[in-house]
């Protein structure tokens, strides 16, 4: 015997992982960003990249899914920023700025996109808004032969004749297509229905159809066919195209509150017009984007809630004479907004020189013969012969999708998908969402107060909305990387029995060990961590 | 997280298979500082959960000798291990007395007055879980007034104020006087990474949550600790010579009343007991502030 007994053995024999009742586990949640965002982009992804100065690298990962980023990044209506967690704590990421600025980069940087040889296969997508332009993008870096079809001069469709140049920039869209569509064999001024039609594509393994909704919905009131009574997206047509539309003096009336009443307006006064919008409803039902109600309100244009024209009358002059309702609100409708309902002897008339109705669009049918809604809201395609109906997929505004650029990119890009999967003869397989998405609950704040974290960044000249490359990556230095490991030690360093380990990209617990405590998901910075079947939800 | 150095001396020794409960502060505590001293140190330590949760005979977590000693005389026994390496030329190896808050604040207080007034060439931290748990959740000197133990139960809670170990060692004039916490460990490991390099009598004030003593979620160890210093309970500073203070880390002030009540030890407790201990919070934090704003004069 020793003179002090001595314990020459460690004790890792000992597998305390039986002392436990719950495990530590990925939640699985998805940031607030990539949960929200209609062109199933991995924000949090590109922030991670722009926080570690790769922009490249960023702008590669963004356009694996959205190949508009510099036009989204202006036009899009960012529900990204939305449920932003940076809220609770300060205010959140300016994330459509990083966008853009990503997309503007890849602009200015003249980037290519890497194509593969086409292989034998050939689609026909029709419409070039950007449904179609995405569905033709991803379809020829799958090595697909593209042939695009649109009746218009140029692409882009809305992005080109709807959205106006105050909020897009002519140059970079123009920039942007080209990228989007290199590779692609693009045939102008060819309308479907009228310069061809769908039986002439049957030589196409797949045809893509993504028209959009562009035809104005009629107001339905005496004197609606009136000269001087226009379609609103006719006029930002009208405008986008170039022609010289002059309204120096006038007066206009703009009937409509969605996205298009805003965008006329606001177009209409940049043309010298003086402008009043005329909504049946209130500010609150608005269905335009908040930002472009925001934005509308800022201008000197009048804006008239709860009016509805009764009819219109032309007088000798040729001025208008539009007799309008006062309205109240009644019950809600089917969709939840209250319904407008005309309270009696109220009527009262306004002078105008032009009314732009813009109280919403239609799919346009007269492209195929026979082509209907059925009741469900969907396109009944049973009279569409049926060798091409066996290989028509659709996407875009055509469908009842949510009418925004992003949704329609992703209806695209998704298409693209489904059409690579039908060339192969395999199927396809939507990829599930996770039903959650990381919440305030879920951040351990704490742990961002004390690292020393960017300020909101802003331009250098204080523009809102606009960053540099060095605003960008501060601001990406905000994100918190809700529900996603961003590797910060925390778990690893807290565990009181060293269970859990590094692994590349994250870490892992080492069950031999974890007494199952749940420090590690209590302080896990971005609730990627959670304990399954114990305490700490 | 931080740009310090990579710590990774217990993750690269088999530093597995510990007995400590749950959620354990004081397991977490150790790891980071055997990290920081690496293997060129010997422990010293009394009885304690420590002692007990490091093993079982003849198996021990440490990487690095581990030396059981009797519960009053941690300190002499430190002591005495220092003369034998430096005597065998060995100088350069920390001496880490490694005791909990019931041999330093109760039965080692002695012993520690002894080795601080002869200033030894020691590290000694104590782990302070604030009561004597291992053997039961007894009270120790270092137990806050109005909480429960098995000792002082709802009935008669502990009517006396926590002792200010710190104000003690600190008033010996020993080099180097530190307080940290789990929940800041880029400032502990600082801290032992400055007492690593200082000779003479180093102590460190270690405050150590504990899940079943403290009636608190296992998962709350690290919150609990954290809210203990954004609440000034448990203030983060260093004193060097005596003299020299310095607040390492600048609360936010959180209610103390926000600490207590994530801990079933402090259920008990009067809304009257909870005021006062805030008022005796702010009170000492401000007599911390003004020594620490005379301090920056001073230097």
Same mark, same amino acid.
């Given at each position: ?20 009742s ?5 939640r699985g ?7 929200n965002?209609?062109?199933?982009e &991995? ?15 960023? !702008? ?24 932003c967690?940076?809220?609770?704590f300060?205010?959140e ?13 890849g602009?200015?940087n003249?980037l ?9 296969k ?14 033709a993008?991803y379809l020829?870096?799958?090595g697909?032969?593209?042939?695009m ?5 140029h ?8 959205i106006?140049?105050y ?5 970079i869209l ?28 049957n ?13 104005s ?10 000269a001087g009574?226009?379609?609103g ?5 009208r405008?986008?195209s170039?022609?010289?539309v002059?309204?120096d003096n ?8 969605? &996205?298009?009443?805003c ?11 003086g ?7 209130? /500010?609150?039902e ?12 800022a /201008?000197?244009?009048?804006l ?7 009819r219109i ?16 609100l ?13 309270i009696?002897g ?7 020189d032009v ?12 492209i195929?013969p ?8 969907t ?18 505004d ?8 992003p949704?329609a990119v992703?209806?695209g890009?998704?298409?693209?998908? /489904?059409?690579?999967? !039908? ?32 300020k909101r960044a ?18 990406? &230095? ?30 892992q ?5 974890c007494?199952?405590?749940?420090i590690?998901?209590?302080?896990c ?9 114990g305490?700490?939800? | 997280?931080?740009?310090t150095p990579?710590?990774d001396f217990c993750?690269?020794?088999d530093?597995? *298979? ?7 502060g004081e397991?977490?505590?150790?790891r ?12 010293? +330590?009394?009885a ?7 093993g079982? $005979? ?6 690095v ?8 005389a941690?300190?002499? #026994? ?20 490694? #005791?909990g808050?019931?041999?330093? $604040?109760?039965?080692? %207080? *002695?012993?520690?007055? +002894?080795?601080a ?12 879980n ?8 007894q009270?120790?000197?270092a ?40 929940? $800041?460990l880029?400032?502990?490991? +600082? ?5 690593k390099?200082i000779? *003479? ?13 403290w ?8 919150t609990?600790a ?7 309970? $448990? ?20 209610a ?7 801990q ?9 007991? +909870?005021?006062? %201990? ?9 007599a911390?502030?003004l020594r ?8």
């Open positions: 015997m020793p003179e002090l007994p001595v314990s020459l053995a460690r004790m890792s024999w000992n597998k305390t992982g039986s002392w436990r719950s495990t530590p586990g990925h949640k998805l940031p607030p960003c990539n949960f965002c209609p062109a199933g &991995n924000i949090r992804g590109y922030l991670d990249l722009m926080k570690k100065d790769q922009i490249a690298e960023a !702008f590669e990962l963004l356009t694996q899914k959205n190949p508009l980023p510099a036009v989204c990044g202006r036009v899009c209506y960012h529900p990204c920023q939305t449920d967690n940076r809220h609770s300060d205010t990421l300016q994330i459509r700025a990083v966008e853009m600025l990503i997309g503007d980069w602009v200015q003249k290519r996109v890497r194509l593969p040889e086409t292989g034998a050939k689609v026909a997508v029709i419409g070039a808004g950007p449904a179609g332009l995405a569905a993008h020829r870096r799958d697909v032969n593209v042939v079809y649109d009746e218009n001069h692409p882009g469709g809305i992005l080109h004749y709807g106006p140049t909020r897009l920039d002519k140059e123009q920039a942007e297509l080209k990228r989007v569509l290199d590779g692609v064999d693009f045939k102008a001024n060819m309308r479907l229905g009228s310069d061809f039609d769908l039986g002439t594509l030589h196409f393994d797949a045809v893509f159809l993504a028209t959009g909704a562009h035809v919905k009629s107001m339905r009131i005496d004197g609606g066919d009136l009574v226009e379609s997206l006719d006029f930002l047509k405008v986008n170039g022609q010289k002059r309204l006038k007066q206009v009336v703009v009937i409509g509150g969605g &996205n298009t009443a965008d006329v307006a606001r177009t209409a006064y940049r043309l010298g017009a402008v009043t919008v005329a909504y049946r409803r209130t /500010e609150n608005m269905p335009a984007f908040a930002e472009e109600v925001e934005q509308l309100k /201008e000197p244009i009048e008239e809630f709860l009016v509805a024209p009764a009358q032309q007088e000798t002059d040729g001025r208008l004479k539009v007799i309008c309702h006062r309205m109240e009644g019950e809600p409708d089917p969709d939840g907004r209250r319904r407008p309902m005309v009696d109220t009527d009262f008339t306004m002078t105008a009314v732009f109705a813009a109280i919403g669009e239609d799919p346009d049918l007269d195929a026979g082509l209907t809604y059925a009741s469900d809201g396109l009944d395609l049973s009279q569409i012969d049926q060798r091409i109906r066996d290989k028509l997929f659709l996407g875009g055509i469908l009842p999708n949510p009418r925004t650029v949704h992703a209806s890009r998704v298409a693209a998908e /489904e059409i690579a999967a !039908f060339l192969k003869g395999v199927p396809y397989e939507r990829p599930e969402k996770p039903a959650e998405m990381a919440g305030p609950e879920d951040i351990n704040f704490s742990y961002f107060a004390r690292i020393n974290i960017a802003a331009s250098s000249d204080g523009t809102e909305g606009v960053l540099d490359e060095a605003g960008a990556i501060d601001e990406a &230095n905000r994100c918190m990387s809700c529900g996603v490991c961003f590797e910060c030690d925390t778990c690893y360093d807290f565990c009181p029995d060293l269970a859990i380990v590094r692994t590349p990209g994250g870490y617990a080492n069950l031999d060990y007494k199952g405590c749940g590690c998901a209590r302080e910075p971005s609730g990627t961590l959670g304990m399954q079947g305490q700490v939800a | 997280m931080s740009d990579d710590y993750a690269s020794h530093f597995y *298979g510990h007995t400590a409960c749950p959620g354990c397991k977490i505590l150790y980071h500082v055997l990290d920081v001293l690496g293997p060129e140190t010997v422990v010293v +330590a009394p304690g959960c420590a002692a007990v949760t490091d079982v $005979f003849p198996h021990s977590l440490s990487p000798p581990y030396l059981h000693v009797a519960f009053g941690t300190a002499s #026994a430190a002591a005495g291990v220092r003369a034998g390496l430096d005597m065998s030329g060995r100088e350069n190896v920390t001496v880490m007395a490694w #005791a808050d019931g041999a330093t $604040f109760d039965i080692g %207080m *002695g012993a520690l007055s +002894a080795i007034e002869r200033n030894e060439n020691v590290l000694y931290v104590c782990y302070d604030e009561a004597y748990m291992n053997t039961g959740m009270r120790s000197s137990t806050p007034r109005g909480c429960w133990t098995t000792t002082t139960p709802a009935s008669r809670l502990k009517s006396e104020p926590k002792k200010d170990i710190d104000a003690i060692m600190a008033a010996h004039r020993i080099p180097y006087v530190a307080t940290a916490s789990p929940a $800041f880029d400032d502990l490991k +600082a801290k032992v990474e400055r007492a390099a000779r *003479g009598l180093r102590f460190m004030h270690l405050f150590s949550p504990c899940p079943p003593g009636k608190s979620d296992p998962a709350d160890s690290i609990i954290r809210l203990a210093v954004e609440s000034n309970v $448990f203030p983060l500073y260093e004193v060097y010579e005596g003299e020299r203070l310095r607040l390492t880390y600048q609360s936010s002030s959180v103390v009343s926000d600490y207590l009540k994530l079933g030890r402090f259920k008990y407790m009067s809304e009257q007991e +909870a005021e006062d %201990m805030q008022s005796a919070v702010e009170r000492s934090y401000a911390l502030k620490h704003e005379k301090s920056k004069v001073c230097l």
